[in-house]
């Protein structure tokens, strides 16, 4: 691929706003013969994929590569991955969005996968009641003595020193296991054993059950049948009737690959296509209905992160899009503006510079409509929040500040690579964010900047606007349009935050806290018969 084209990715591009989810392969190269070179291994990525059983082996390579990646997701830098458990969760009544934009939820998916693609040959009979044991065992069982099974099924030492009878009864069975057999058993413990830190204490009988037995349904679906699922769900995405094209080129260029687009395209199925029915019931809310029993939905939510000091927020709420132009929407937009950005004056520079987190600030987005307040790497989450709240509280009225809330308005994308443009354009055409809607927007804020006391009618909204994101500033936060208040770090941020909701927002505000597993959309229930989403 190196030696003959640019690049040929294939990834998910999503719009929450739209509900927007699609497979999105795109393929570049530095001149025509490069671009048509791409072309071929577009198609052969979209029609002939190598998921035959021959390629097996490497596509369980392939298959562990993803979920060793999707696993240390949160080991990598804040800024790059907080937002999408966020959004997971704002959008949990939409399961399309979670299995292709979700990692906590994707990283299930995957392992779901791998168990499907694995083989246990002769010994399936003797693997699977090996598993079925191995569910049993795990019921009697505490944290630190699940830990040290896996480990042992990792090590394929189930006869060390002081196992218990069950164990022991394992042990034997697994003994008749052949090597490769065995490798799956030792496998299943590295499995089990990495989930457990995902699994809170209330959980971990009822998900060590689940995944007991969703490894061995799993395991128990035919490596070929697998492939051949792949493929059915394959053909009804590459369809004409699902598929755009953005090509980004000179016009010379745009010329002469021009009959090469058509065949690209051509080759998509014309098949009626079959919208899919998703379950709506919000997912997160049921698996942590599941722990706690029933709870009203929650206002407060927090990820529980052990392996950081630092926490997060990501508090979100209805704000203003660029279908929105009456006068109200306009100014609402434009307070939010007021403190927004990287003006020495904002909560950003403000908060950065007191030390109190890394990136930071209150934005709002035109693209999806929504109102964020936004601070990682907070070294005490109360403190943090309390001096945004404290810098709204006690700004001073400057009139230049609504200059420079209108220039915040008009954003560019002039800093961005050409083709990163293009594409960027091309999925606001789809979403319907034309040239006419954004003039449009801009022309009614212009309009509005020629008011007399502009400055004070924005001012007048900072409270009630801003306080849509901050506990503790403006209205409460039960009160709030479509609000999410999510936060992440570990059990003492937590706690603290927890405090600090109780003074601003009452004693009955509590902070839900949620697990990794919570993000996991089950494929099969409790009877192991295939759910809706399988």
């Not at 739209?18 to 490069?34: K, P, Q, W």
């Not at 349904?217 to 699902?242: F, K």
């Amino acid at each position: 691929m190196r030696r003959e084209f640019l690049g040929l990715q294939a990834y998910f591009s999503t719009n929450s706003r739209t509900g927007r989810a699609e497979l999105v392969v795109r393929g570049s190269g530095l001149d025509v013969a490069e671009t048509r070179r791409a072309f071929e291994w577009m198609e052969r990525v979209l029609h002939a994929p190598d998921w035959r059983p021959e390629n097996l082996a490497r596509l369980r390579d392939i298959l562990d590569q993803s979920n060793a990646a999707l696993r240390n997701t949160m080991q990598g830098a804040e800024e790059y991955w907080v937002h999408d458990p966020a959004n997971a969760y704002w959008q949990q009544d939409r399961r399309l969005f979670a299995h292709t934009n979700s990692f906590l939820t994707r990283a299930h998916d995957v392992h779901r996968l791998r168990w499907m693609l694995e083989d246990p040959g002769e010994d399936t009979e003797d693997l699977t009641a090996s598993l079925e044991e191995l569910r049993l065992v795990g019921a009697q069982l505490e944290r630190a003595e699940l830990a040290s099974l896996t480990k042992r099924l990792q090590e394929g030492a189930l006869d060390a020193p002081h196992a218990n009878d069950a164990v022991r009864d394992l042990a034997r069975r697994a003994r008749r296991l052949s090597p490769a057999a065995a490798q799956l058993l030792e496998k299943v413990g590295k499995d089990l054993g990495q989930l457990l830190g995902d699994i809170p204490d209330p959980a971990l009988p009822r998900d060590w059950d689940y995944l007991c037995r969703q490894i061995r349904h799993d395991l128990l679906v035919a490596p070929a049948q697998a492939l051949s699922d792949l493929h059915r769900v394959r053909a009804a995405i590459v369809n004409r009737g699902n598929a755009r094209l953005f090509a980004i080129a000179s016009h010379t260029t745009h010329t002469a690959i021009a009959s090469d687009l058509d065949r690209l395209t051509q080759r998509l199925s014309d098949a009626a296509l079959r919208p899919q029915a998703h379950p709506t019931e919000p997912y997160v809310l049921a698996r942590l209905r599941e722990r706690l029993g029933e709870v009203d939905a929650p206002i407060f939510v927090a990820l529980v992160n052990p392996d950081t000091q630092g926490g997060v927020f990501v508090n979100t709420a209805a704000g203003h899009s660029y279908f929105d132009r009456e006068q109200e929407d306009l100014l609402g937009y434009l307070a939010g503006n007021l403190f927004t950005g990287q003006g020495a004056h904002g909560v950003f520079m403000k908060t950065w510079a007191a030390g109190l987190a890394y990136s930071n600030g209150i934005r709002g987005s035109l693209a999806t409509g929504r109102l964020e307040y936004y601070a990682e790497r907070c070294p005490a989450l109360p403190q943090t929040l309390a001096f945004a709240v404290d810098v709204l509280r006690t700004a001073r009225r400057d009139p230049d500040l609504a200059k420079y809330a209108v220039a915040q308005s008009f954003n560019s994308r002039t800093a961005a690579t050409y083709e990163g443009r293009g594409e960027a354009l091309a999925a606001d055409l789809t979403d319907g964010v034309t040239p006419d809607v954004v003039r449009a927007h801009r022309a009614g804020i212009l309009e509005l900047a020629g008011q007399s006391h502009f400055a004070d009618l924005l001012f007048d909204r900072l409270e009630s606007v801003c306080g849509r994101v901050l506990p503790g500033y403006g209205p409460p936060s039960h009160t709030v349009q479509d609000g999410v208040f999510f936060a992440i770090g570990p059990e003492e941020q937590l706690d603290a935050y927890q405090r600090y909701l109780h003074a601003v927002e009452g004693e009955g505000a509590r902070l839900y806290r949620l697990y990794p597993r919570d993000f996991w959309i089950p494929a099969v229930t409790g009877d192991l018969r295939p759910s809706p989403d399988s």
